[in-house]
């Protein structure tokens, strides 16, 4: 049976325990990924390969880490013209919305008289993208990754991904890459290929900043790496809530509520709704469309929605408040909105990954091509970081320049403040100040 809760009568426990959702399992693998991070830390590319070999089931040579040009060029033409149409669609949208995030390279404002001061914005000049493939292959979080990297103007690029059964890159997730100029492709994954990204091996560079989405073990050991190297918003294992009052379609509802039921056992997929008639309608809908899932994307969903440790489920609220209430506390990473006036209800959300309004915005369409980003911040991270963007790539410096005149309005201030706090040097540094001798302080 799908799980169902009514959110007024749920123990604390249970609500303590869907609120951190996959957060769990990532902790429960933290110490087994330690040893991986450490060894490749330590042994570099030799540990790489036996655990591409132990984890993957490929063995590879050193040589074979990096993908070669010939196998770029060789994707092109593997690739079936259909699936080309949809990426090219696909990636064209994600760099359109992208390209609009751009902010100015710097700006300025006088904050008073003499006092210039503004940012000057940047690209990361190291940037590594991880692209999983465990549970199948995602040329969708390559582009989704590549394009705001690319457009923000990062010089070296990396992508490191895991090989698939017989050591290949799928053809799509290279062509995407391609199309999106990035070219340095690693296949290598989990823990051991974000240790190689952070602290650099014989083959691997290492770089500024990872980023990108992962099962448990990826996710795990980036937040071992905290410190180490720059670790991006925490996006690990996939969840959606639906929010929908009585206009919403149980039959879409129930389709919706597998999209990211079906990634893998550790997602989360909520349908929050103060509608009886629907919440019923729905559970009934669901094990037939379960069932008819192929083998494995059915144990997933199964998992999620239906097994005692599943994090998915149907909740009744008493009204839309609290259903609004309880999204906001649960800051879902994808959040579809299917009631009557979602525009409305918009104003009142206020923590989510993204917002997926009305019946014709599934969140697969957002996963793959309106051009909004679909790598999210993950186990209830929404309710501080947003939507990767081409700001992860970019940073941002701030500059200012005072002339004589503003020079002379602070000096004062400068002194009291740097007393007060007792430093000295601070304060004898606007003292006596030779600044009229100085042509670069003018007007
Ligand atoms: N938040 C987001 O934006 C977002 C986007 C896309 C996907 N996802 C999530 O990313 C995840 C992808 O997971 P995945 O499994 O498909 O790919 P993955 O690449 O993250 O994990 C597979 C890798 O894990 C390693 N591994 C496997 N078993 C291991 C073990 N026992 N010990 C240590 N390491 C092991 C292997 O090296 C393998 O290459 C899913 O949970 C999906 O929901 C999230
Ligand atoms: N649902 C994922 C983000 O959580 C994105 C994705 C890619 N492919 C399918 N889904
Ligand atoms: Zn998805």
């Given at each position: 049976?799908?799980?169902?809760?009514?959110?007024?009568?749920?123990?604390?426990?249970?609500?303590?325990?869907?609120?951190?959702?996959?957060?769990?399992?990532?902790?429960?693998?933290?110490?087994?990924?330690?040893?991986i991070v450490?060894d490749v830390r330590?042994r570099g590319d030799a540990a790489l390969l036996e655990y591409t070999a132990?984890f993957d089931?490929v063995e590879l040579s050193a040589e074979r880490l990096r993908v070669s040009a010939e196998e770029i060029?060789?994707a092109?033409?593997?690739?079936?013209?259909?699936?080309?149409?949809?990426?090219?669609?696909?990636?064209?949208?994600?760099?359109?919305?992208?390209?609009?995030?751009?902010?100015?390279?710097?700006?300025?404002?006088?904050?008073?008289?003499?006092?210039?001061?503004?940012?000057?914005?940047?690209?990361?000049?190291s940037v590594g993208l991880y692209v999983p493939r465990g549970?199948?292959a995602f040329p969708?979080v390559m582009?989704?990754l590549a394009?705001?990297a690319?457009?923000?103007?990062v010089?070296r690029i990396v992508v490191c991904t895991p090989p698939g059964?017989s050591g290949e890159i799928d053809a799509?997730s290279l062509v995407a890459a391609d199309?999106c100029g990035v070219h340095e492709i690693y296949r290598v994954g989990g823990a051991q290929a974000i240790a190689a990204l952070a602290y650099g091996t014989e083959t691997i560079p290492r770089v500024h900043k990872i980023t990108g989405p992962g099962?448990?073990y990826v996710?795990?050991a980036k937040?071992?790496l905290?410190?180490?190297v720059?670790?991006?918003?925490?996006?690990?294992?996939?969840?959606?809530?639906?929010?929908?009052?009585?206009?919403?379609?149980?039959?879409?509802?129930?389709?919706?509520?597998?999209?990211?039921?079906?990634?893998?056992?550790?997602?989360?997929?909520?349908?929050?709704?103060?509608?009886?008639?629907?919440?019923?309608?729905?559970?009934?809908?669901?094990?037939?469309?379960?069932?008819?899932?192929?083998?494995?994307?059915?144990?997933?969903?199964?998992?999620?929605?239906?097994?005692?440790?599943?994090?998915?489920?149907?909740?009744?609220?008493?009204?839309?408040?609290?259903?609004?209430?309880?999204?906001?506390?649960?800051?879902?990473?994808?959040?579809?909105?299917?009631?009557?006036?979602?525009?409305?209800?918009?104003?009142?959300?206020?923590?989510?990954?993204?917002?997926?309004?009305?019946?014709?915005?599934?969140?697969?369409?957002?996963?793959?091509?309106?051009?909004?980003?679909?790598?999210?911040?993950?186990?209830?991270?929404?309710?501080?970081?947003?939507?990767?963007?081409?700001?992860?790539?970019?940073?941002?410096?701030?500059?200012?320049?005072?002339?004589?005149?503003?020079?002379?309005?602070?000096?004062?201030?400068?002194?009291?403040?740097?007393?007060?706090?007792?430093?000295?040097?601070?304060?004898?540094?606007?003292?006596?100040?030779?600044?009229?001798?100085?042509?670069?302080?003018?007007?």
């Amino acid at each position: 049976m799908v799980h169902f809760y009514e959110l007024a009568t749920m123990d604390a426990a249970q609500r303590r325990r869907l609120l951190r959702r996959a957060e769990l399992r990532i902790e429960e693998v933290t110490e087994r990924v330690r040893p991986i991070v450490e060894d490749v830390r330590t042994r570099g590319d030799a540990a790489l390969l036996e655990y591409t070999a132990r984890f993957d089931g490929v063995e590879l040579s050193a040589e074979r880490l990096r993908v070669s040009a010939e196998e770029i060029e060789r994707a092109h033409h593997q690739l079936d013209s259909r699936m080309r149409a949809a990426l090219e669609q696909a990636i064209r949208n994600v760099k359109a919305f992208h390209q609009r995030q751009l902010p100015h390279e710097q700006w300025y404002t006088q904050v008073m008289p003499g006092v210039m001061a503004g940012e000057l914005v940047t690209p990361i000049s190291s940037v590594g993208l991880y692209v999983p493939r465990g549970k199948g292959a995602f040329p969708s979080v390559m582009y989704m990754l590549a394009a705001p990297a690319s457009i923000a103007g990062v010089a070296r690029i990396v992508v490191c991904t895991p090989p698939g059964p017989s050591g290949e890159i799928d053809a799509a997730s290279l062509v995407a890459a391609d199309l999106c100029g990035v070219h340095e492709i690693y296949r290598v994954g989990g823990a051991q290929a974000i240790a190689a990204l952070a602290y650099g091996t014989e083959t691997i560079p290492r770089v500024h900043k990872i980023t990108g989405p992962g099962s448990g073990y990826v996710a795990a050991a980036k937040r071992l790496l905290y410190g180490v190297v720059d670790v991006g918003l925490p996006a690990g294992p996939s969840e959606a809530i639906l929010l929908a009052d009585d206009s919403a379609d149980p039959e879409l509802v129930a389709r919706d509520l597998l999209i990211e039921a079906e990634h893998g056992p550790d997602s989360s997929s909520l349908l929050v709704t103060p509608a009886r008639p629907l919440a019923e309608a729905v559970r009934q809908l669901l094990p037939a469309k379960i069932a008819a899932l192929p083998e494995w994307r059915r144990a997933f969903c199964r998992a999620v929605l239906e097994e005692e440790k599943g994090t998915g489920g149907i909740i009744l609220t008493r009204d839309m408040e609290e259903a609004v209430a309880f999204v906001n506390e649960y800051a879902p990473e994808h959040l579809e909105v299917q009631v009557r006036e979602p525009f409305a209800l918009l104003t009142q959300l206020r923590n989510a990954g993204e917002i997926l309004l009305g019946p014709a915005t599934p969140i697969c369409l957002g996963n793959y091509c309106i051009g909004t980003n679909a790598i999210l911040p993950t186990g209830g991270f929404a309710h501080t970081f947003s939507a990767t963007s081409v700001h992860d790539f970019l940073k941002r410096t701030g500059v200012a320049y005072v002339t004589a005149t503003g020079y002379r309005a602070l000096e004062e201030t400068t002194r009291m403040l740097a007393e007060f706090e007792g430093f000295p040097a601070h304060a004898a540094a606007v003292s006596e100040r030779p600044l009229a001798t100085w042509p670069e302080a003018r007007e």
